[in-house]
């Protein structure tokens, strides 16, 4: 019977560079927009789901780079240390793809958002009550500051959106890091441009990253970056497919 990590000291969880301590930190972030979400309406609600997808995607891409395949490596039970959590991504995923196709006052759009919050708190729950304090349990507090830096420097170079056609797992998942992080920050910086700037910058900016998300959308279907996904997390990437 494991404990979750929720109530633990930092010193009890490898101090603060820790893989755990850094994870449950945004964890607590992540929670407190939430808590955000549900409280506002409006544009301010959008600006509230952008800063949560900006703090989602990259956590959640550099767990599927570094702390899962660590769990498989250092817990040693085969798959079912994090496929049920990638699955939780893939959903995730897709539930966010689907939020930023619509529009406020859409219908179906309050159950989109509702869904998305269901299955961040359900990811968080696992993580903290059941796959980080098995990694715990099973290793050291250096080991679990080199897992804390390695993740710290994958989140901070992963994209930041979501791409529910790439694979969950390396090699695919890795691979398209580069081209969809390049993709995304550029996107995110245009948006912020166009968020300050007068009317016709703003125009173009808003444009452009429009066009860059519709690259990004035919990146994330190439080939290769479906390598090494387990079945139950594809998703059909042709018409002819689905
Ligand atoms: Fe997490
Ligand atoms: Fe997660």
């Given amino acids: 019977m494991t404990t979750s990590i929720a109530g633990r000291s930092e010193a009890a969880l490898g101090g603060p ?12 972030r992540l929670h407190e927009l939430v808590g955000r979400v549900r409280d506002t309406a409006g544009t301010e609600q959008d600006e509230v789901l952008t800063q949560l997808c900006r703090l989602v995607f990259p956590h959640a891409f550099a767990e599927e780079a570094v702390l899962f395949p660590a769990a498989r490596r250092f817990l040693g039970e085969g798959e079912e240390n994090s496929l049920e959590i990638e699955q939780e991504h893939q959903e995730i995923n897709e539930v966010y793809s689907a ?3 619509s529009r406020r006052g859409d219908e179906g759009r309050e159950k989109l958002i509702e869904r998305a919050i269901a299955l961040l708190d359900h990811d968080v729950r696992d ?3 059941d796959l980080l ?3 715990r349990e099973r290793l050291d ?3 679990l500051r080199r897992l804390g830096v390695s993740w710290e420097i994958a989140r901070r170079v992963s994209p930041t959106r979501a791409h529910p056609a790439v694979s969950r797992r ?6 398209s890091a580069l081209p969809l992080t390049v993709l995304d920050r550029s996107r ?5 441009l166009a968020r300050s700037a007068p009317a016709p910058v703003a125009a173009g900016s808003r444009a452009v990253s429009r066009a860059l998300g519709t690259v990004a959308g035919l990146v994330e279907h190439l080939p290769p970056f479906e390598r090494g996904e387990h079945p139950s997390t594809h998703t059909p990437r042709t018409e002819l497919e689905s």
């Fill in 133 to 135: 304090p098995r990694l």
């Fill in 127 to 129: 993580e903290e009550d």
């Fill in 99 to 101: 939020l930023e196709r």
């Fill in 170 to 175: 390396p090699p695919g998942q890795t691979l």
């Fill in 188 to 192: 995110d910086n245009l948006d912020r």
């Fill in 17 to 28: 560079a820790s893989i755990i301590v850094r994870q449950r930190r945004e964890h607590a």
């Fill in 141 to 143: 507090d250096r080991q």
